[in-house]
């Protein structure tokens, strides 16, 4: 089975694919699709569709997972963020699959083992599940393959009667 994993963000949207085969995960691919700042805002998200599609393209995945966002204070961050996720959603309907939207916490408890972990935690872990070499970089990417893996989790759980539209 393999997961396409997705952090939302506008100037870079980390991306992470893994797949899982019994017990064994291994990293596809991964990393971050970036658009430029100054650019009009629609043009951006027109950008992100253009590669997000190329990608799903490339790797055809079984299950796709975003993760579910929650903000506090900064509400214009937030308000980019949400367009992005809105784009991925977008993708992801039109290629028939109903994401998993896992919570900041779910991630960090499916790949720590505790949903208050810190992200240097979190990237560790994922270095040592997908057995790479050094971790993922940018932090959008790692966070990306933890999103992925928690994806996984959730499709094994599921049976993966959500991954797909019939």
Do not use: W
């Not at 899982?20 to 970036?34: K, V």
């Not at 991925?88 to 505790?114: D, I, Q």
């Amino acid at each position: 089975m393999i997961c396409f994993g997705i952090d939302p963000g506008v100037g870079l949207l980390g991306y992470g694919i893994v797949s899982q085969s019994g017990d064994a995960l291994r990293a596809i691919d991964y990393g971050a699709l970036s658009t430029a700042p100054g650019r009009p805002l629609s043009v951006r998200l027109v950008e992100i569709y253009r590669s997000l599609n190329a990608k799903m393209d490339e790797h055809t995945p079984d299950v796709v997972a975003v993760e579910k966002l929650f903000f506090g204070r900064n509400t214009t961050t937030a308000e980019m963020v949400f367009h992005a996720r809105g784009v991925v959603l977008l993708v992801a309907a039109e290629r028939g699959f109903v994401p998993y939207e896992p919570k900041p916490s779910e991630v960090k408890m499916a790949v720590c083992g505790n949903g208050a972990a810190e992200k240097a935690q979190v990237q560790g872990m994922v270095k040592q599940l997908l057995n790479l070499e050094k971790t993922p970089k940018p932090d959008d990417a790692a966070d990306a393959l933890a999103i992925a893996i928690t994806g996984l989790s959730l499709a094994m759980y599921y049976d993966g009667s959500r991954g797909i539209v019939q």
